[in-house]
């Protein structure tokens, strides 16, 4: 596993949701949160989820599955986790809720492990002509997911905000 100052570059995306946080945050704290609002998630199973220690895996609609290690939490703020495969292909995400004008200011970055760390040079191009752009898209369509959901208490359906090529 990289350490988190390995990476190069990160991505960040921010939704402003019309719910106050203690409700966003009650939604993305609780087990298997993300099948009630990720639009490419199809099973999000717990494998520990206590006070002290939080894991998870996702399926995604492509069959994909991914493994979720919490190793920050804020209560009431955000957390910090690594997602990855069993290859060892680990990424950094770090949420995070604000409060802004009784709303919720919601954001999630990315420091993911795809052409982000060695040579800047070599990764330059790569890294910013096509992982920024499909995790970007990803993010907003989570993010969106999760400003639906919160604001209408209704579950996000499979793509619901596009087709994703990496998790559709």
């Not at 919490?70 to 809720?97: P, Q, T």
């Not at 709303?103 to 890294?127: E, H, Q, V, W």
Request: proline share 3%; with cysteine.
């Amino acid at each position: 596993m990289a350490k988190n100052k390995d990476y190069i570059w990160e991505i960040n995306r921010k939704v402003l949701i019309n719910s106050p946080i203690s409700k966003v945050w009650d939604i993305i704290s609780t087990e298997s949160h993300l099948e009630k609002f990720h639009p490419f998630c199809k099973k999000n199973d717990v494998k520990e989820w206590v006070s002290d220690s939080h894991k998870d895996t996702v399926a995604y609609y492509n069959n994909r599955i991914l493994h979720r290690n919490f190793y920050n939490w804020f209560e009431g703020k955000g957390f910090d986790l690594i997602i990855g495969d069993s290859e060892g292909n680990d990424s950094h995400v770090f949420w995070r809720l604000s409060n802004k004008d009784s709303k919720t200011l919601a954001s999630i970055t990315i420091k993911p492990y795809i052409y982000n760390k060695g040579s800047k040079l070599i990764n330059f191009i790569p890294f910013f002509a096509f992982v920024r752009p499909k995790l970007a898209n990803y993010l907003y369509s989570v993010l969106m997911g999760l400003k639906y959901y919160s604001e209408n208490d209704q579950v996000v359906v499979r793509d619901q905000f596009g087709v994703h090529t990496w998790f559709s």
